[in-house]
């Protein structure tokens, strides 16, 4: 039973069958339309928020930097930058010399050095590498807009002639740097020296 005065709701009609379809038609239709342009706002509200935490990870390799002073210093030099929104976490890390994957820096010098020793190219035997030095890249966070120096490597007379065919090496596009690194979202990406753009991947294992 109804309290006095309440009247319940009615739907208000034409009188015309055809008319009334088509303004509950009308109707149905505009409820629909604004349910699939709620989605597709929330979907571009994921796609923005992505774009402004997604990393970007990229290496660089050098033979020289010139100071200040204008002096050339001649350094063999690797580094891996992220120019992206968000801060990246490196997984994982290889290096490859002419496709076949290395455990470390040591290792591509050690394996380039007897290449060098075989082609006379350097002496058989202990060389001194002079001033080396290298990161280990993974696992680590790299911040947004931030770089990490991973190898560093000095050329002196001790060390000319090997150091010499490393840079050869490098020009020649034998060596190949590889991360593999996630974004706070758990979105996962592969960057190599082979390509620009990152592939993406499910995940880092």
Known sequence: ML???????????????LTDRVVAFSAVFISLCSFALAIHHGHTMERLVEANSRPFVQFETSNGQV???GELVRELSAT???PGAGAARIERFEIALDG??????PEALRQ???EAAAKHVVPAGPM??????YSTVAPSYLRAGGEQVI???ARDESSGPLWDYVDSARQAGRFTLKACYCSIFEQCW???TASFQPVPTRRCS
């Open 3 to 17: 309290p006095e005065g309440e009247s319940r709701g009615e739907v208000h009609r034409t009188g015309d069958r």
């Open 67 to 69: 100071r200040p002073s």
């Open 80 to 82: 891996m930058s992220n």
């Open 100 to 105: 076949h994957a290395l455990s470390d820096w």
């Open 112 to 114: 380039l050095k007897e």
């Open 128 to 133: 001194p590498a002079g001033h080396f030095s």
């Open 151 to 153: 190898l560093r490597w």
């Open 190 to 192: 592969v960057a190599s």
